[in-house]
């Protein structure tokens, strides 16, 4: 457990702080941090009646009309497996080409390496919007529109520098002689790549991982103008079941619940590894 | 003695006494005369018997010149696709007529008109205005606020584990929940802040705040709503980067007696500058396209107080389907951006190697 008061201190660390302000400032802070989040998740489990009354409630009995209506008549479930595909095959696919990538960068010098892999960046620094009208126009020429094959795609490439830029760092921090070892023993570039490479990368390419696939579950604005029934996923469904003419704020609050439940869900199983794979560099030296 | 342990593209590391050297190969060459194994190829030691012949060979790991592209190729064709080639397509298109709902209409070469008629555009001017204006107001305050958090967790506190993690609380969500949490809190008569907020300015005599319908008031509650977002992210970089600073200087200073203002200012700041500058640049490359956030609470109004240069944007080419004049203003959009990007790298570079 990484509890700070167990963590090693050093000798001339401070004492415990002990003046109320600043506990004063932080209680705050942390109510205000979280006070908005908790509102909207009960708001989720409000009856119609509790969710627009004059008052707000602090107690009332749950209800789940809200999910009822989201799942039954909305049918969200149907976007959720949307999201679900497109952030899982989209992690795999800029996760696997960009280890390859980021492999070459940090593994060879060849001419034109850092051209390389500063333009790799720069596809970074684009905001989405700016190339959504040429990427709206070829995906209607292409009938890509409203498709998840579409989809997949175009987070691959957005999520793909991203992928490069982390994991090259962490390339670099294991050794090469572990690799070329394993050649002298007999083994392929490829054998050793995969059982000398990959195994120490792991921690590393799944904390990459997490974050990308994150990246892409959220994705609103493309997911808004280039999809509108058949592979519409969650954050545009969200918008366009909750707020219409009149907002519904139950189904709102619902909706967040469904959309966030697998990220906290995710960080608070993968925490451990999240945390080990971005302090990684253990065996570095 | 000096001698060469491994080799890692064109720097080596020199076991030299106690700690780590970096020194350029040529300099240990011309040291040690001995050669380095920087450009050896990292291939199989002696030639596995069963080898492929042919074009897989040339292409294989036995060939360091071509097997990197090899190894890249999936990466740019998918980034060549993705982000090369629709930029020539914003080029074609801003260079044309085309409206998106007209299909029928034909299309015409109108060169340079498509981004005079940007220019010319008032709400271009207005949306630049409100986009930078946006950006350094949100910039300039998660800044300061996430500096003196992260400086408060640097005193030990009781139960920091656990506020650490409501404080983070705001970043893990996605910014379309955090733009519709703060929709639901500033609606009128719905909220909790209009709920209670208005409870405290009626009894002052004030009436409601119209904290979205009013166009100044608007815009700084998106400043609000975006400080909310991404204070953290500032705390958690500041707080990365306090770590890293050697105890040291302080232990002189507080020998020196210095007050803890100046021990601030001239220890704190200076160390702290390449963690502030990337910090900075990464969250005023990201504000500077918040997008959920403003389409979610504002869609741009009232009026065209709260319009950024992303959502008159995708306004001009998707609501307006005007998507020449769009691909023009992504273009320009680009430019701004480049220069911002070129500007920032200049500040990281000089900053690091100073920090060196």
Redesign the interface.
Known sequence: M????TSI?SP??????RNWW??L??AA??V??????L??VM?GFMDNATA?GQ??QWVFTPSVEAFRFLIFEKGIMENFLNSLVVSLASTF?SV???M??A???A????GG?DD?SFW?L??R??????????????FQTMKLLDTLVGLI??Y???Q??FV?WMLTGYF?DI???Y??SA??D?????QAFRKVTLPLMAPSISATAIFVMILS??E??FAT?LTSTEAKTL?PA??AY??GAN?S?NV?GAA?VL??AP??LF?LVLQRQLISGLSQGVIR? | MTQPV?A???RT?LSHGGG?VAVSRHEIERMTHIKTI??AP?????P?EGRRRGIWSRL??SN??V???V??A???I??F???V???L??LY?AGHN?I?SKPYVPRFFVGLYQYQAVIQDPEFWSALKTTIWFTVQAVFIEFWLGLG?AL?FQ????G??I?RV?????M??????AA??????F?PG?G?VT?YGGGVTRALGWGEIPFLSDPTIAFHTLVFVDV?EWT?FMFLMMSAGLASIP?QPYEAAEIDGASAWRVFWTITMPLLRPAMLIAVVIRT?DA??T??LIV?MTRGGPGNATTTL?VY??KT??EFFD?SK??AI??V??MV??VM?FVFIRALRSRTETAE
């Open positions: 990484a509890h700070p008061d201190v001339d660390a401070p004492p415990v702080q600043v506990y400032v932080l802070v942390c205000i941090n979280f006070l908005p989040y509102w909207m708001t627009t008052s707000p696919f696997t080409f960009g390859f990538c492999y070459a960068i593994r060879y010098d060849f390496r390389v790799v720069t596809n620094m684009m905001p989405p919007v700016a190339v959504l009208i040429p990427i709206f126009v070829t795609i175009l691959t490439a957005m793909l520098p490069v670099r050794p090469r002689r690799e070329e050649m002298v007999g083994d392929t570039w490829f579950w959220n609103f604005a103008f954050p969200i918008m909750s707020i907002i704020w709102l967040v959309v966030t990220l906290i960080v030296k | 491994r890692f593209g064109a590391i780590d920087a450009d990292l291939s199989p030691a002696e596995a294989g790991p360091p010149a097997f990197p592209w190894l890249m999936p990466t740019l998918v980034l696709a993705i982000g080639y629709p930029f397509y914003a298109i085309v998106l958090l408060l005193r030990r506190l009781l920091a584990g506020m409501f404080i983070l609380i705001p893990i969500l996605p910014p379309l929940v519709l949490i703060w929709r639901y809190m609606y719905a909790l709920y909310w953290p105890r490359m500077f396209r997008y959920e979610v992303n944007l995708t080419g998707l998507a769009a691909a992504s273009l959009m680009m951006i480049i990007s």
